[in-house]
């Protein structure tokens, strides 16, 4: 099968189209022909080997996964003897840890989950790890509520585009931070007020917002606390940071001051989950999330798709077809 192939850490140029053999699914595992996968910022670090501290996941001078690629969407092939949940031809969408750019991928059973039956397989990969983020730093950590104030730091991005419409899916009012060139498509799902920032400092501002979703990281602590009511929340989820710890260093701080603050300083460290991917599925199948794409790519083309994401601020989501 033909696979992107990745032996040590870089630029877009260590990634390579290769030859590899198909895999064969273990008894819990489920075999998907690959029809379509979706760029994400977990990608980018595989890719780099940043921050630093990311590799004592991924391997210390290599990434241990040689196929990058974490959101699928495509057709089971096979499937395990322990399976039962699927069946040869069924349409089905996932995140996996590694191997999503591939003709082939084999999905832990558990992890998997039908695509939305309103969506292609191109919308359908575009899911999975950036509405998910979304969602759990919203719900599960943000804990939003119908008629909050809510504001989206980083809008127009893959996370912040699912933000922003599964923030008006829970009754929220919402606003949006952005640039110049992406005001009117942060408007057009859904944002109530959107910010230029090359125009306006939203930390500056008057108003003030029950929960701040920060996913550029663009503001310091102090900044975004001073636009926070007296006892909301802000969720830090933001890639950030510097060359060995990434964000980490800024959620730290946050945690470390939490305990003497009225406001709720919290990290979101999105985590794999199915529930997750059937919660996104109904909400996508009742119209209240659509993912909204930037550019597509063929399999081929994956370098140039992962050096657009990493160096020209890629809006939306970027889309592999397979």
Known sequence: MKAILQEKYGSAEVLRLGELDKPVPGDDEVLVRVHAASVTHGDLVTMTGLPYLGRLAFG???????????????????????????????????????????????????????????????????VPWAAKTALQGLRDRGGIRRGQKVLINGASGGVGTFAVQIAKSFGAEVTGVCSTRNVELVRSIGADHVVDYTRED??????????????????????????????????????????????????????????????????????????????LKEMVESGKITPAIDRTYPLSEVPEAMRYFSEEHARAKVVITV
Do not use: H
């Not at 001078?61 to 092939?77: L, N, T």
């Not at 039962?84 to 349409?91: A, I, L, S």
């Not at 996996?96 to 919308?123: D, I, M, R, S």
């Open 60 to 126: 210390l001078r290599g990434p241990r996964r040689k196929v990058p690629g974490r959101d699928v969407a495509g057709e089971v092939e096979a499937v395990g003897g322990n399976v039962t949940r699927f069946r040869p031809g069924d349409e089905v969408y996932a995140e996996v840890a590694a191997g999503g750019f591939a003709e082939y991928v084999c999905v832990a059973e558990e992890l998997l989950c039908p695509k939305p039956a309103n969506l292609t397989f191109a919308q359908a990969a575009a």
């Open 202 to 279: 939203f930390t500056r501002g008057d108003r003030r917002y029950d929960l701040i979703f920060d996913l550029a990281g663009s503001r310091s602590l102090a900044e975004c606390r001073r636009v926070l009511t007296p006892r909301g929340t802000l969720v830090l989820s933001s890639s950030k940071g510097g060359r060995w710890f990434g964000p980490m260093g800024r959620l730290t701080g946050a945690l470390a001051l939490a305990p003497f603050v009225r406001q709720n300083l919290r990290g979101n460290v999105a985590r794999q989950n199915r529930k997750n991917l059937l919660d």
